[in-house]
Nanobody, 124 residues
């Protein structure tokens, strides 16, 4: 079992930045990712990282503005967000451990473990 706890959300203005964090109770998982969901919309994959190496994956809409990283010593996954847009207001969720040994199709979202989410609100 893996417990995930997100933090770092908040209210920012358009163009602002945030750094989200996801503390994991156990770090021996194959893949970790960030997803978001706005009210009335489907959950959307944002970024993922293969923990067995340095492979990272991003949704096209966030490439160049979001950066996923991890601190193995702290068992923590991060998402640095820059140049936020109003339509990116959502609950952001951390997810861990896919039921397979690769991470490249992370966007399907079939992770075994999920956090409770942290709210990001972007105002104009």
């Amino acid at each position: 079992q893996v417990q995930l706890e997100e933090s770092g959300g908040g209210s920012v203005q358009v163009g602002g930045s945030l750094r989200l964090a996801c503390a994991a109770s156990r770090y021996r998982v194959n893949c970790m990712g960030w997803f978001r969901q706005a009210p009335g919309k489907e959950r959307e994959g944002v970024a993922a990282q293969f923990t067995g190496g340095s492979y990272t994956y991003y949704a096209d809409s966030v490439t160049g503005r979001f950066t996923i990283s991890r601190d193995n010593d702290k068992n923590t996954l991060y998402l640095q967000i820059k140049r936020l847009k109003p339509e990116e207001s959502a609950m952001y969720y951390c997810a861990a451990d896919l039921p397979r040994d690769w991470c490249s199709d992370w966007y399907h979202g079939d992770f075994r473990y999920w956090g409770q989410g942290t709210q990001v609100t972007v105002s104009s």
